[in-house]
Nanobody, 123 residues
Framework: QLVESGGGSVQPGGSLRLSCVVSGATVQYYTIGWFRQAPGKEREREFV??????????HYGDAVKGRFTISRHDVLNTVYLQMDSLQPEDTARYYCASRYYYEDQNPDAYDYWGQGTQVTVSS
C-alpha cells in the first residue's frame, strides 16, 4: 500500500514536500516513482521522478530537473519529493507508485499506486 500526503495550494515560486509512505513492502527492494496527472489530461500520467531499490539511482523528468528532488528514508519506509520553484504548470494530482527493483519511466511498468495528492500552484 502506498499513501501520499503533503499536497496543497502554493503561490508560484513556492515549495512543497510530498511524502509517500509504503507499507507491506520494503522500499529497499523496489523502485518508487512519482507521476502526475494534470487537469484535462486524465489519460496521461507524466513521469516526474524515481528512486531505485539501492537508493542511488535517481531520475527526473525534463520538466522538473533542477527543481524537484527525490529522496528516501529507509527506516520510515518513506519516499519524499521536494518540489521547489513551483510553477502553475506543476498543478496536477501527484501519485507515487512502486515496481520491483529496477527503475522505469513508463507508468505502465508500475504495479501498485497510491490515491494521489493534489498540488495547485496559482497566484
Amino acid at each position: 500500500q502506498l499513501v501520499e500526503s503533503g499536497g496543497g495550494s502554493v503561490q508560484p515560486g513556492g515549495s512543497l514536500r510530498l511524502s509517500c509512505v509504503v507499507s507491506g513492502a520494503t522500499v529497499q527492494y523496489y523502485t518508487i516513482g512519482w507521476f502526475r496527472q494534470a487537469p484535462g489530461k486524465e489519460r496521461e500520467r507524466e513521469f516526474v521522478a524515481s528512486i531505485n531499490f539501492s537508493g542511488n539511482g535517481k531520475h527526473y523528468g525534463d520538466a522538473v530537473k533542477g527543481r524537484f528532488t527525490i529522496s528516501r528514508h529507509d527506516v520510515l519506509n518513506t519516499v519524499y519529493l521536494q518540489m521547489d520553484s513551483l510553477q502553475p504548470e506543476d498543478t496536477a494530482r501527484y501519485y507515487c507508485a512502486s515496481r520491483y527493483y529496477y527503475e522505469d519511466q513508463n507508468p505502465d511498468a508500475y504495479d501498485y499506486w497510491g490515491q494521489g495528492t493534489q498540488v495547485t500552484v496559482s497566484s
